[in-house]
């Protein structure tokens, strides 16, 4: 069953950043799905109906303004015992969101009229982020889980950052520190979007760290 929680307090909206390949349009966006066209209402809903692992938590966050006529945003973020929300940021581990934009008459620039755009931030071990081919793995684990889940989408792009941050002088966190950044969009094809969500989760699932679901982790 899927695994969802209560969407968090609102927060400041976001926008997607330019090497998404999401260009800007200059109207309203709609987050209110019942003011929304049925395409993207039955988008939006197969969004929430998608099966993701129980360390996973799935939820509504706010979308970003004026990219598209309509928009909707989910948060995933992987569990802790002492929290039940899933924000925007994270302070660790591994977060991600995952927006839908729907443009009726986007079809020449998406080939289609629902765009998806994603992005997440993991922190990572030493012993993984220093492996000069994680970027190219990363991506790999995107193709695989869309494969896998049967996620039907055309024009994916994106890219994976990976960052080594060192801390000096009397700053708190770690003194070293090393994270990875994926930001992806694509096109979807039809308008059930679960196995778009549930290949998302797998691969925040694989740069978290996660065992394979039914594997316990060692401590």
Known sequence: MPHRVSPPPSAPPRRASPDNGVAPVHSVSVTATEQAPQPFRDAVESMHAAD?????????????????PYSHAVGLEVLHPETDLVPETSEGDAFGRLILLHDPKAEESWSGTMRLVAYIQADMDADVASDPLLPQVAW???HEAFEDCGAELS????????????????IGGPPEAFQLEMRASWTAAGLDLSPHVEAFSRVLANVAGLPPEGVAQLQ
């Open 52 to 68: 993701v692992r129980a360390e996973i938590s799935l939820g509504d966050i706010r979308p970003p303004q004026k990219l598209a």
């Open 140 to 142: 790999q684990w995107l």
């Open 155 to 170: 024009n994916l792009g994106g890219t994976v950052t990976t960052t080594n941050s060192v801390r000096y002088g009397e």
